[in-house]
């Protein structure tokens, strides 16, 4: 049973375009933070929000915790090729992470 | 740089020869974690330690074991391969009780099993 849905698994859009990929949950966790695994390396972490109904930026990048704190958001802002890769939700719990199956996103020039 | 670094990148066994694949961290942190990462899944959390304390998850293959010798190394040994064993080996290193900052990870290590 996967505890953190992500939507879409894959979306493939032209560089300059705007995108939001969703991680949806029944149970409430503590934190929820967003990866970027880039194909053949670990995943890298972008942010960590604990607060419900936080908003984080990160430069072109924009999270969102909903107010329950069962859901997340990343809104991707005039997105480039580089942002190309796999992006994974985690939420904490009980001192653990666990991971939604990620959304595939392909930026082409 | 502070690190987690794993070795090999990649590794090919053959079904049912054991391997052990390996992880070294600079950071000092008390908890180290490795996942199993199928394609086009999410990680699976196999097992942590939280300093010399091991923690394995209910549905963890026997196959699959670990060793925590000090602070900076964490090995994984898969005693019989087999060829649903195949996948990306991530691990993982945080402070515990800091969880929310998140955890660095190393490359990974990619199995093969032949």
């Known amino acids: 049973t996967q505890l953190l849905e992500q939507s879409p698994q894959f979306l493939s859009i032209q560089e300059g375009e705007n995108l939001t990929v969703y991680c949806n949950s029944s149970?409430?966790?503590?934190?929820l933070q967003w990866y970027r695994q880039e194909p053949g390396e670990g995943p890298v972490l972008l942010v960590t929000?604990?607060?419900?109904?936080e908003v984080k930026k990160l430069k072109r990048l924009t999270f969102q915790f909903g107010d329950a704190r069962k859901d997340s958001s990343l809104h991707i802002t005039a997105a480039q090729p580089g942002d190309t890769g796999l992006y994974l939700c985690?939420?904490?719990?009980?001192?653990?992470?666990?991971f939604g199956a990620g959304t595939q996103v392909v930026v082409t020039p | 740089d502070a690190m987690v670094i794993q070795n090999p990148r990649y590794q090919v066994t053959q079904f049912g020869k054991p391997v052990t694949l390996s992880c070294s961290q600079t950071?000092?942190?008390?908890?180290m974690y490795w996942y199993q990462q199928k394609s086009s899944q999410a990680p699976k959390l196999l097992f942590h330690?939280?300093?010399?304390?091991?923690?394995n998850e209910a549905d963890t293959p026997d196959n699959f074991q670990s060793r925590r010798p000090n602070t900076s190394f964490c090995f994984l040994d898969i005693r019989s391969p087999g060829l649903g064993d195949a996948a990306m080996y991530l691990c993982?290193?945080?402070?515990?009780?800091?969880?929310?900052?998140?955890?660095?990870f190393g490359s990974g290590t990619r199995l093969t099993v032949v």
């Open positions: 993982a290193t945080s402070v515990r009780g800091s969880e929310s900052v998140g955890y660095t």
């Open positions: 149970s409430v966790f503590s934190s």
């Open positions: 929000v604990v607060t419900g109904g």
């Open positions: 985690a939420g904490g719990r009980w001192g653990k992470l666990q």
């Open positions: 950071l000092n942190h008390n908890v």
């Open positions: 330690y939280y300093d010399k304390d091991f923690n």
